[in-house]
């Protein structure tokens, strides 16, 4: 996939960033704090473009993926179920080799202005190998590389490297996919489709934190048609 992104070079003292943010925002899709109960809801357009935006992060050690989601469109009967896991929140994507401390986020944020388009491209094949290398090590004791989240300043870090990142960027991918064949979701329901649990950490505590990951088309829904179907005659 082609991504046009938005390229920011904030520096703090002696330390320049780089941090590249989504040229349009993903208007119909939303992430509710994980510290509640983490649940992504998204349309097809939202979630294929963080699967790109995934691979790209997998790639690209030494840059700041930056995804603006809370200020996107209201989901109707859905907002009141994202206030109530704590609120919208953005999301950052980074190498853990980056060394990024969550605590200079807001400074970095604030600094985020007069940035320059880019294109970049993704390579889905790469993805795809890399995805297949995080499951074959996945449950080795030995695995440290699971993406950590942490939430501050309204934004869920997601920190990881090359491999559990490509994964996670499977698991949208998926996700766009699976969606548009869901019965319930030409009716406006959003519907769970897959999750990011095998990337994360495991831990057995029910207060584990969450990341489900779910569809929801955008409206007009009279308009929205599984694959398959027919366009009605004219």
Known sequence: MQLKMREFRPRIGPVEYRVVQPWEPLRHTALGNPDGYGCLIGDHEGLARLAALFSFAAYSPRTIVHVPLRKGALLGEYENFIESCGGRVDLVLVHHS??????KWPELR?????????????????????????????????????????????TLFLTGSRDVLASASTQFEFAAGRGLREEKVPKGHSVLVS?????????????????????KARPPYEHFRRPGRRLPAA
Not at 98 to 103: A, D, E
Not at 127 to 154: F, K
């Open 110 to 154: 604030r600094r985020l202005v007069n940035g320059r388009p880019i294109t970049v491209r993704t390579d889905e094949a790469r993805t795809n190998r890399d995805h297949a290398t995080w499951l074959e090590r996945r449950d080795d004791d030995e695995n440290r590389d699971w993406l950590r989240p942490a939430v501050h300043a309204s």
């Open 195 to 215: 999750m990011l649990s095998w990337e994360l950490k495991p831990d057995p505590s029910v207060h584990r934190m969450q990341f489900d990951i779910c569809f």
């Open 98 to 103: 980056l060394g990024l401390r969550v605590t």
